[in-house]
């Protein structure tokens, strides 16, 4: 993430809230959430640093009965420390808790659990073993991202799954050095790479694996790869101009009137094109009378003449 975006206007659908979230990553989303209520999977929902709210909302739509979803963000409070602070001032300046919580009640009756702070704090909060996804897009700061992977590790189900925003952005070395640490020493395997995160497991990736690749194949508008890295399989997914799936949405939402039917061109009335004049009677004689030959003689000298 870099430049800060502003809005006051409040939501229709789900593409006018400030964010980056693409569409590749919207249906990456919408997928593993989905394949989790397939399996019978329960748990909590997690999302660590929510801007506006963007995701946190796609999120919320798919929690199940009995399931919690906690967001955690500084939103207007005060950062730990220095570097974190000049972050925060540089890329979410405009962020308020105000503006998330407005967004969010556009799409849903109810608000998650908000933990306002920094995300060291959600490891008091949120009980160990209790969450099947968690969204991890907060402090870009090596030391952040590894203290919040570690209390992902600790909050997660055994095949809950991770995913880290921003682990290969050319602004974000600290989260590329603490993603691809978690993968060599702390047990985290990966799922998938898309452009901008790292969906990743502590738990078996291979069934998921599996199915990804095989909806992948079936999509036109995503491009696939598949490597292997240091004892890893790397699923690489981009976009090939992918749409964001359908969303529900918001209670503002107002549908856009149709455009205005083109005008009819009106016909032109034979009453309005101006009369020839009728032939005079020696001129139907002469046509009628005379050769064709004759005829054409006396137009080319009429022609001469004039």
């Not at 050095?177 to 985290?188: K, S, T, Y």
């Amino acid at each position: 993430m870099t430049n800060a975006q502003a809005t006051d206007k409040l939501p229709g659908e789900l593409a006018d809230v400030p964010g980056w979230f693409p569409p590749l990553d919207q249906m990456l989303f919408t997928w593993f959430l989905e394949q989790q209520k397939k399996q019978g999977m329960t748990g909590d929902l997690l999302e660590l640093g929510v801007y506006m709210g963007k995701s946190a909302i796609l999120l919320g739509h798919h929690l199940q009965d009995g399931e919690t979803f906690t967001v955690c963000d500084l939103f207007e409070g005060e950062a730990p420390d220095g570097a974190n602070k000049a972050e925060s001032q540089k890329s979410y300046a405009s962020l308020t808790r105000q503006a998330f919580e407005r967004n969010y009640l556009s799409f849903h009756d109810a608000l998650p659990t908000v933990i306002a702070g920094p995300s060291s704090l959600v490891s008091a909060k949120v009980a160990p073993n209790t969450c099947r996804f968690i969204h991890i897009d907060a402090s870009h700061l090596y030391e952040h991202v590894h203290g919040d992977i570690g209390a992902a590790h600790d909050i997660l189900l055994p095949d809950g799954i991770v995913v880290l925003d921003d682990f290969r952005s050319e602004h974000t070395p600290g989260v590329s050095v603490a993603a691809w640490e978690a993968v060599l020493n702390r047990g985290l395997r990966p799922i998938c790479l898309s452009t901008q995160k790292l969906y990743g497991t502590w738990g078996d990736p291979e069934p998921l694996q599996e199915e990804l690749l095989a909806m992948l194949r079936q999509r036109s508008d995503c491009g696939l790869s598949v490597q292997q890295a240091a004892g890893h399989t790397l699923v690489r997914a981009r976009s090939r101009g992918m749409k964001p799936p359908s969303f529900p949405p918001s209670r503002h939402y107002v549908e856009p009137a149709p455009a205005p039917a083109p005008a009819p061109v009106p016909a032109e009335s034979r009453a309005a094109r101006p009369a020839r004049p009728a032939p005079s009677r020696a001129r139907r004689l002469a046509k009628d009378l005379l050769p064709p030959v004759v005829t054409r003689a006396v137009r080319r000298a009429r022609a001469k003449r004039a």
